[in-house]
């Protein structure tokens, strides 16, 4: 039996989608970790090495972010800022305040973490980018990507609704 190349095409449809590349840039994929109140970042970067990372933007009038603490996954080592990078994943970690009860000042636009187990991270401080690639992606432990927004236009803000669910996924999630 052979079917009409229109519904061979139509059928083969998801296929094409799930091969299609991600956006240019490197990868940064958020992680739960170990420690209520920390999450990880594994980030892969664009291209081949060696690269360097800029240090992340910052909010307005709160001064320059330094690069935050950097592991290179394939061997433990702490990378050094400044230097040319010569690793394929690094990770690091993220730090969120907890929200008291008496509630938090958007404006600040703290990285929390709420006592239902939800958090809201945001660009500043957290992401720094690769030195002549495109901004990339940020995904959620849910596989939820957002792209990460070009120099000159508003933040990235996320938030996760019931950590906790990821938490207690398989280890895939975990740092």
Do not use: H
Not at 163 to 169: I, K, M, T, Y
């Amino acid at each position: 039996m052979t079917l009409d190349p229109v519904i061979q095409s139509l059928l083969l449809l998801p296929l094409w989608g799930a091969a299609a590349e991600a956006p240019p840039g490197p990868s940064y994929q958020i992680m739960a970790s170990a420690k209520p109140g920390t999450l990880l970042v594994r980030f892969t970067p664009e291209g081949t090495k060696p690269f360097t990372l800029l240090p992340t933007r910052t909010l307005a009038g709160t001064g320059q972010q330094r690069l935050p603490v950097l592991t290179c996954l394939e061997n433990s080592a702490r990378v050094e800022p400044d230097q040319p990078i010569r690793c394929n994943e690094l990770s690091w970690q993220v730090t969120l305040k907890p929200v008291p009860a008496t509630g938090v000042d958007a404006s600040a636009q703290q990285n929390l973490y709420f006592s239902e187990g939800s958090w809201l991270i945001t660009e500043w401080g957290d992401f720094p980018r690769q030195q002549g690639a495109q901004p990339g992606q940020v995904c959620m432990p849910d596989g939820r990507c957002s792209p990460l927004p070009g120099m000159n236009e508003p933040p990235l803000v996320l938030n996760a609704s019931q950590l906790r669910e990821f938490e207690s996924q398989p280890a895939r999630y975990k740092g």
